[in-house]
């Protein structure tokens, strides 16, 4: 039996939680902290202007062509990306509405290998955990 009070998880991407826009990015890449992995870099901001984004989280994908010069290839890597994100996004998007915040995460590509399945799961896991740290530590309720 399910409690009508506490929704359901769902496991979906949205539009709305994809990050884009000119300006947006300018603004993002100007204000904006990073983590460095083995494979990707992982670009953050928190607080974010509202007028800026629509949901309280948002994320990008970047695979650039200098890197991955095949684009079936940058398509699969992004895909991936997107994936682990669908699946694991809870747990920020409930960190950022418990503090009324907007949280913008890019995840850029920086292998020139392709991924093999569990290594990514490993790396943004321990992203996201730190991007938390840095979220309860920037505001405290």
């Known amino acids: ?3 009508p009070a506490i929704p359901p998880l769902r496991f979906t991407f949205r539009k ?3 990050f884009c826009g ?3 990015f ?3 890449f100007k204000h904006s902290s990073s983590l460095r992995g083995r494979m990707l870099k992982l670009f953050f901001s928190y607080p974010f202007p509202a007028e ?3 949901d309280s989280v948002s994320f990008a994908f970047i695979v650039p062509k200098k890197v991955i010069p095949k684009a079936h290839d940058r398509n699969r890597i992004k895909r991936i ?3 682990f994100v669908r699946l694991n996004k809870h747990t920020l998007i409930n960190k950022v509405k418990e503090r009324e915040g907007r949280l913008v995460i890019a ?3 920086e292998s020139k290998e392709m991924p093999k399945s569990g290594e990514i799961d490993l ?3 321990a992203f996201f955990e730190k991007v938390i740290v840095y979220i309860e530590t920037r505001t405290s309720l």
Do not use: G, I
């Open 81 to 83: 990306l997107r994936e």
């Open 1 to 3: 039996m399910t409690n």
């Open 26 to 28: 300018d603004y993002f």
């Open 107 to 109: 995840l850029k590509w």
């Open 52 to 54: 800026l984004v629509s």
């Open 123 to 125: 790396v943004l896991k």
């Open 22 to 24: 000119r300006r947006a």
């Open 16 to 18: 709305s939680e994809r």
